[in-house]
């Protein structure tokens, strides 16, 4: 990433607006050096070489470095396919949730507005 600002003060205003949250100008100038910081440090993840093996567990590279530890690699748990999770009694305990929607979904109040929207 160049050191060029991608980060404005319209921009900050306008993820403000998206978020439904409002900022003094004050807490507004003091986030665009923030924002373009974190967009920074993302941009160098390009630098990440492609050849670097994923891992699946963090735990098991330190472990694995101890040969005595060796043995003590925690085992994940087993998938197990059962009803754990019944969309029925989770909308019984569920705060705001109004409704089950089709497709066992829950109906929820709108977060997001649309194009427009002003964020009232």
Not at 17 to 35: F, G, H, M, Q, V
Not at 51 to 62: G, K, Q, R, Y
């Amino acid at each position: 990433m160049s050191n060029d600002k991608i980060i404005d003060k319209k921009t900050v205003e306008h993820i403000a607006r998206l978020s439904k949250i409002k900022l003094t100008d004050a807490e507004k100038e003091r986030l665009i050096p923030e924002l373009n910081n974190i967009l920074s440090l993302v941009s160098k993840l390009k630098d990440i070489p492609d050849s670097v093996e994923p891992l699946m567990s963090v735990l098991e590279v330190a472990l694995s470095n101890l040969p005595e530890a060796q043995e003590a690699i925690l085992p994940m748990m087993p998938d197990e396919v059962g009803e754990k999770n019944n969309a029925v009694d989770l909308l019984k305990i569920a705060r705001n949730a109004k409704e089950m929607g089709e497709g066992g979904f829950f109906v929820v109040p709108k977060v997001v507005g649309g194009v427009g929207d002003n964020g009232e």
